[in-house]
């Protein structure tokens, strides 16, 4: 079985617990033994690479993985602090969001593809980003109902506010600051519908880099605001490193919990 590690909490110098998709889009948590000495690791345990693993179950429900072999490391998305910041978001949106109830079909491919794209082209990661991570807040049902205001009922046409306890509100009913660009919307609407190849096709051709860049930090402050109230952590870390590095955004901790 193949899968990839979302995230790795080290016990005892020696050990660690792992939180694991795969292929078969699942989540697994697993108890790994001296996988940093032990011949059944002989790549460690890294992130963004696709491993090989062998997994099994104790009658008392813990799961162990015995041991994982490194079949196709991403490795040049750690050269790059953009897409190594988007794809440490990814691997954190997954395991914040995901439910086992509400599987994802092909999230294990996608992800692979995500970190793909990264790599080819670093610059384009934040959008790669959006893209992935809308479709899992969407499909998760974590996003407020982007099409009717939560006020009044009506078609959101051009909302521009955003109030997290109600979700949106069209400019009748909002008051208070605009905090939430009109753009959003049809945006994030433009990801979940189209795939990975389109949008990344139309960012190459269109040149305006500023105002994607933009449109995405706000999409991604949206989707972060979104994630973290369904977070039991109550903080993203991942996110807020995003934050600092691609957005340069201060305000981003606040937004994610950092
Ligand atoms: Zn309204």
Redesign the pocket.
Known sequence: MNAIILSLTKIRETDAIVDLLTDADRIVHAYARNYRTSKKFPNGLELFSVYDVSLTSADNGHVWLNGAYSEQPFSKLVADVTSYACASALLETVNVAYAEDAPMPNLFRTMLQAFAAMEAAPDLSPLVHAWLEARIVYIQQLLPDIRF?A??G?PLVRSSHFQQEQGF??E??AHGDENVMEQVFPGIRRLVSTPLQTVLGAALKADAAEARQALLHSIARLLGCCLRDFSTRRTLKAHAFMGETVYSDASFLEVVGG
Do not use: E, I, P, S
């Open positions: 205001c006020g009044c009506k509100l069209c009748a009913c």
